[in-house]
């Protein structure tokens, strides 16, 4: 039994390198180089940082400018690329490179490998830096979030930046990996007082507000029009990382993600950077003229109900101290486990941040997409012991395993 696991290290560890020496091979893009736009120059000037946030290469050029620099990915846009078929032929080849895993290791190891390779496509296109996340496997996993993360550093440390997502495990795995000097963007947060934890504890390069779907949930629900809502939740997240990672080795600085109109591009001018879908991107610089200023002092009115309110909708850009103080414990004294982390969350009292779930409400996350149905967890969110943060994170976990999983599909249908 011994000699079998020393078999099976040895051949994970050949596996890793053979892995590493493919993702390049015969890798021919050519640079890309954006010609200067003085629309998103003056956005620049406001203080914004501009990346893309798609994984289509045609798209991606023809929105590319000199003033963008970065990016981003996620398992819904790898999944969209896959999809296509463009990498058939690769994942046929890729085959032979993890033959020596054991099967149920095969998948994910060649998901891997097409996240690597796309993001390297996208670096050597574009020359900026490209964001690449963890199979959903991991998010729970404090080993495999390390592991994986560090073999993406290894493969393009000047280009890659490694997205974790907010887990407890996430937030502790995020930061050991952070601590061994890898880039990090820690995603799928929706609040203030979410991206004060994430500050505090994992330190990142960057973390985000996923803006349009605070919105969306708030009018979906009929909890208020939601208008203003996304807005209030980067201006407030964006002071308090800014307050917060100031007495950091590095600054961690705030995406706006998820922007649904091209008015946010001029309503949140001054965001540390904007993560642009291209259609977005497109409909701004057709219909703004351009002349952008920082908006970080902005106080928009919030479009809720008080049926919004005592569901605890202001938990998007309210930051209660008792939030802070946890981040500054946990800061202080890391937890070995997200177990443990999630304890010391409840006895905080704050444990609608990290709440326990049953099977059933598991799969009602799943079963409710991206956006939660309010009457499925009215009662939870009324009481305290859930947040509407929380349940946009949840959900948008599941969104995104569901994503991986038709990728990991498509993956099994050409490897067995």
Known sequence: MKNDKKELTHTKMDVKGKVREFVFRDLNETLIKGKTDTFWQSLRNAGTTLWL???????????????????????TLLNNEIQKGIYDSFIEKAKGIVAGLP?????????????????????????????VELHTDTANDLDAIVSY???????????????????????LGARKLKDAGVKINFTLEFSARQNVLVTQITRPDYLNVFL???????????????????????LSSQGWVTRLSGSNPWPTRLIAASLRSYQQLDLLAGTDVYTMPPKVAAAGRANLPGAFISRLGAVYPVGINEEGKKSGCENFWVVDNNVVDFGKAINMSLPESGKELEERAHKAGLGDMFPIMSEKETQMIISDGKIPAYEHWKGKLNSGEIGPDTLLTLAGLASFTSDQNSLDERIGKIIF
């Open 53 to 75: 946030d798609t994984g289509d290469m045609e798209e991606a050029e023809a929105n590319w400018t000199a003033e963008m620099s970065a990016l981003t990915t996620n398992n």
């Open 149 to 171: 993360g560090m073999r993406y550093h290894e493969i393009c440390p000047e280009h890659f930046i490694i997205k974790v997502p907010l887990t407890s495990t996430g937030l």
């Open 103 to 131: 099967e149920e290791e095969r998948v994910k190891e060649i998901a891997f490998i097409l996240n690597a390779r796309h993001g390297l496509r996208l670096a050597h296109r574009f020359g900026g830096l490209v964001s």
């Open 212 to 234: 349009g779907r605070v919105g969306a949930y708030i009018s979906d629900n009929k909890l208020g029009d939601g208008s203003g809502a996304g807005e209030m939740a980067v």
